[in-house]
């Protein structure tokens, strides 16, 4: 029983120990520790030493003999496959050290993107496997006198760097100050230039630490966005207005065509004041040459034409001094009385009081001949005159219409105003003059309808009662006695004589010609009084033309 138990425990040693052996032979299997064959052997020759060998036991040694012999040359062949793959090894880590050789001739630039390249190299070194024993101290020296040199070279830059960061900080915050000082200011243009010029040294100083960078960016925007959002405000604002000032001026420009259509006076109220509008509207922007050119356009085609047609009307005007020189001439020969050419001279000063400027330069010797030409026939019309006995109906006539004129306006009856506007456009005299202004005032007071005006014209009208009848009682005290026989048609010829004749005051009741030029005087001053009250007026011209009657202007 003893032996027999001594060969089943030698049996399960073997057959355990060619188990162990054939897992380890196995295509996944795992290499025995160092040394468990040899102690398998041991273990085993020590287990059958004492006992008798069983053909089954025989067998299992053969086999176990077998399978001894089969992982010995397994394991050899490992080892010959794990020498070349470490001395593959060592040929990638000589490379390596190579590339970290090549890797410090970089620039220092270069050096941040080396600093990285060489991580991925340190990191490819332990991925590889171990080299041959006596080449492993000699590899690992060279590659870690290599890298330690560049990484030296790293740090010294990056030691640098951090100073050079703690500048730049410097710098940026003085950036940040001078942001922050002039980020309300209102000068948009100057202080545009300033951040934007602040931007480009923001860029160009370079980076500091990653936290104190983007800080410092923070605070370094937020300047800026005050300004800028301010400033993009502001500008938002003027478009608005730009574009408000575009509508105005287009409707300037509107206006400024009804140029055109206007008479030259009414065209020369209204340009100064368009002009004026223009001025006072403000820019509009990028539209506002091409308003500013379609505007004046309108006023170069309208100035132009006003050119074209000045250089007409001096052609037409001096056609009209030949006519009148023709007039004067033929009154002059004898040929015409001036009531024959009458007519004809009133239509003349018509057509020349209807036709508009001349050209500045060349109107001053046509004005003076028209002027002198007139002043001439009317000096013959004074002449020619002397047997007419209406001056004093006439002037009647014309002062009627100023006063009746000046009730209408005290009563607010615009028909009976309308009718003495036609009455006063239809009557052409030479004693219009002394009632002109007096009209014209009535006009404007009328147009403009003002109650203040109206009563200063009563006021005016009662003072120059009170100087007409002054200047009667003054024609009255000359005390010359009329001339038995005397008509009230000789005393008009006499007092038109007088009014025709320019002589200076002075008098002598004894000496005929001294008192018609005083008579001539008293009568013109009465007739430049102005206007009376309308129901004073017909009693005024009877008085008048009593003392005229009592005077004798003969000699």
């Given at each position: ?11 399960e ?40 060998k ?6 299992q040694l ?17 080892y ?7 001395w593959e090894?060592?040929?990638l880590?000589m490379d ?22 060489l ?42 760097l ?22 309300s ?18 860029r ?15 605070r ?33 420009c ?12 009414e065209?020369?109220?209204l ?42 009307n ?13 007039l ?5 020969s004898?040929?015409?009385?001036f ?15 209807s ?59 615009l ?15 030479a004693?219009?003059?002394?009632f ?44 010359i ?75």
């Open positions: 029983m003893t032996g027999k138990k001594t060969n089943s425990d030698a049996l040693l073997i057959t355990k120990a060619c188990v162990e052996i054939t897992k380890c032979l196995g295509e996944n299997g795992q290499e025995l520790p160092k040394g468990q064959i040899e102690q398998f052997k041991e273990n085993i020759t020590s287990a059958i030493s004492n006992i008798t069983t053909p089954v036991l025989e067998k053969l086999e176990f003999d077998k399978l001894c012999k089969k992982y010995t040359s397994k394991v050899h062949c490992l010959q496959a794990r020498d070349l793959a470490r090894h060592y040929t880590k390596l050290c190579k590339e970290v050789k090549k890797l410090e001739k970089c620039t220092d630039s270069d050096l941040p993107r080396i600093a990285r390249e991580k991925l190299v340190r990191l490819r070194w332990k991925d590889i496997g171990s080299v041959p024993h006596e080449k492993s101290e000699e590899i690992w020296n060279e590659f870690c006198e290599q890298c330690d040199r560049l990484q030296n070279r790293i740090s010294e830059y990056y030691n640098g951090e100073e050079n960061r703690k500048e730049i900080a410097v710098e940026k915050i003085k950036l940040c100050e001078e942001a922050e000082k002039i980020q200011s209102t000068d948009w243009e100057k202080d545009a230039e300033k951040f934007k010029d602040l931007q480009k040294r923001w160009e100083v370079g980076f500091t630490a990653p936290d104190q960078e983007k800080k410092l960016y923070m370094f925007r937020a300047a800026c966005d005050v300004f800028f959002d301010a400033r993009k405000e502001y500008y938002h604002q003027a478009k608005f207005e730009r574009e408000n000032v575009s509508s105005v001026k287009f409707q300037l509107e206006e400024a065509k009804t140029i055109f259509d206007l008479s030259y006076s065209a020369h109220q340009i100064p004041d368009l002009w004026d509008r223009w001025k006072l509207a403000g820019s509009a922007g990028k539209n506002d040459r091409e308003l500013y050119d379609r505007f004046r356009g309108y006023f170069d085609s309208y100035y132009e034409g006003l050119r074209k047609q000045r250089t007409e001096l052609k037409i005007k001096k056609k009209l001094c030949d006519e009148l020189q023709v004067e001439d033929s009154v002059e004898g040929k015409k009385q009531q024959d050419i009458k007519a004809e001279y009133s239509k003349i000063k018509k057509q020349w009081d036709i508009g400027a001349m050209p500045r330069s060349e109107e001053q010797p046509v004005l003076e001949k028209y002027i002198a030409a007139s002043k001439k026939l009317d000096s013959l019309s004074s002449k020619s005159q002397y047997n007419d006995k209406s001056i004093l109906k006439r002037s009647f006539e014309l002062e009627q219409i100023v006063s009746v004129a000046l009730d209408s306006l005290d009563s607010k009856k028909e009976t105003w309308k009718k003495c506007q036609s009455d006063w456009g239809a009557l052409e005299s004693e219009k003059k002394y002109r202004d007096s009209f014209d005032a009535i006009t404007i007071a009328f147009e403009n309808n003002s109650d203040e005006h109206c009563e200063q014209l009563l006021n005016t009208s009662n003072d120059n009662l009170k100087k007409r009848k002054k200047i009667c009682k003054e024609l009255e005290n000359l005390g006695k009329p001339e038995e026989g005397a008509t009230n048609e000789d005393l008009a010829e006499e007092l038109t004589l007088a009014i025709a004749k320019n002589f200076g005051s002075g008098f002598n009741p004894k000496d005929p010609e001294l008192k018609a030029k005083k008579i001539n005087q008293i009568a013109t001053r009465w007739l430049k009084a102005g206007a009376v009250p309308l129901k004073e007026l017909p009693q005024l011209y009877k008085r008048f033309e009593k003392a005229v009657e009592n005077l004798n202007l003969e000699e």
